[in-house]
């Protein structure tokens, strides 16, 4: 099936414990679909059935009087959509690994 | 000229003055071009040469042995893109106001 990459952003007040354990909780539900890229920007390759799942979860973690949640598609496609600067937490897991 | 929908998103080390100066320096360039919808995402609809314009303004900004600026042209435009939950900072200033 098609995947389609996507990304996700959260927001958190990070100064609560609760909200602590909601940003971890959070970013393990992401990390399942793709990985973190900067503190609280998630990137995910999904399956339209994936994307479904991921939602799902996440908003289901969330507080939805305190927190908030984006998820954007990236129609045209990870690559052609990003312009990245400085310090670079993304591996490319499908690229071949050069030791 | 064609306008296009874009996300910025910034990842700084809010523990030093120096990284929230740059926070908010940062901040300040984005909402010249779009707003802010989470604590380090903004969104703005520009045309091409503003889109040079402001990826040269915050890279101007950011330390990129600190920090982390991701620009996302999102091709399909915002509104097919963005699946939202929880607290919404978003304001379309293009839409019709009603009180």
Do not use: W
């Amino acid at each position: 099936m098609s995947r389609r990459d996507i990304l996700v952003t959260y927001d958190v007040n990070t100064e609560t414990q609760e909200g602590r354990r909601r940003l971890r909780k959070i970013a393990q539900i992401c990390e399942n679909y793709g990985q973190r890229v900067q503190y609280s920007v998630f990137e995910c390759s999904v399956t339209p059935v994936q994307l479904e799942q991921l939602e799902h979860e996440v908003v289901s973690a969330m507080d939805k009087d305190e927190d908030s949640i984006r998820l954007y598609v990236l129609s045209g496609g990870r690559e052609a959509a990003l312009r990245a600067y400085g310090r670079d937490r993304y591996v490319d897991f499908d690229a071949p690994l050069v030791i």
